[in-house]
T-cell receptor, first 114, second 112 residues
């Protein structure tokens, strides 16, 4: 069975500082990893994904994530946070790269303070 | 190209009534997924459908819940005899051949 852990319910960071939102996963076989962002009363927006290849994945809005197989982690990062990045971030995993349900973490609320 | 459409956006039902949630996938997408989000929690998979077929319903409660994706028209998630614990946001996602899921804005169900 697959699972995702987001150990932090809340992350606070000052505007302009780097941010990290943590995610660890458990999956049998090769993992396929995703980050989504959710703004209040909205659906989820895709940020980036890791399927194969380079461990550092670049996505939308300046976000990137680093796949670390030995630590089974896929942390989301951004060099310089913006107030508009404040939202709920979800990490998700599947065991297949095609059409298959995603398993989501509980989410991390990011608050960027001006 | 319109994104995934869900309606209604907000639905209020009294206990014992039926709730019907509709999802129109993106143009060209034939795969639909339904997820439920309880307050302060992540999304939980409910059911995965392809046109006219249920592929995986392992996350859907066996009673009162059903889903369909007919040849024509939107996918429907139906909840019969709703209870307060059904109050949640229900999200639909669709995908094409690449497998990447695009999410709708969700339907927020409130059961009084």
């Amino acid at each position: 069975a697959q699972s995702v852990a987001q150990p932090e319910d809340q992350v606070n960071v000052a505007e302009g500082n780097p941010l990290t939102v943590k995610c660890t996963y458990s999956v049998s076989g090769n993992p396929y990893l995703f980050w989504y962002v959710q703004y209040p009363n909205r659906g989820l927006q895709f940020l980036l994904k890791y399927i194969t290849g380079d461990n550092l994945v670049k996505g939308s809005y300046g976000f990137e994530a680093e796949f670390n197989k030995s630590q089974t982690s896929f942390h989301l990062k951004k060099p310089s946070a913006l107030v508009s990045d404040s939202a709920l971030y979800f990490c998700a995993v599947s065991h297949f790269s095609g059409n298959t349900p995603l398993v989501f973490g509980k989410g991390t609320r990011l608050s960027v303070i001006a | 190209n319109a994104g995934v459409m869900q309606n209604p956006r907000h639905l209020v039902r009294r206990r014992g009534q039926e709730a019907r949630l509709r999802c129109s996938p993106m143009k060209g997408h034939s795969h639909v997924y339904w997820y439920r989000q309880l307050p302060e929690e992540g999304l939980k998979f409910m059911v995965y459908l392809q046109k006219e077929n249920i592929i995986d319903e392992s996350g859907m409660p066996k009673e009162r819940f059903s889903a369909e994706f007919p040849k024509e028209g939107p996918s429907i998630l139906r909840i019969q005899q709703v209870v307060r614990g059904d109050s949640a946001a229900y999200f639909c996602a669709s995908s094409g051949t690449s497998g990447e899921q695009f999410f709708g804005p969700g339907t927020r169900l409130t059961v009084l």
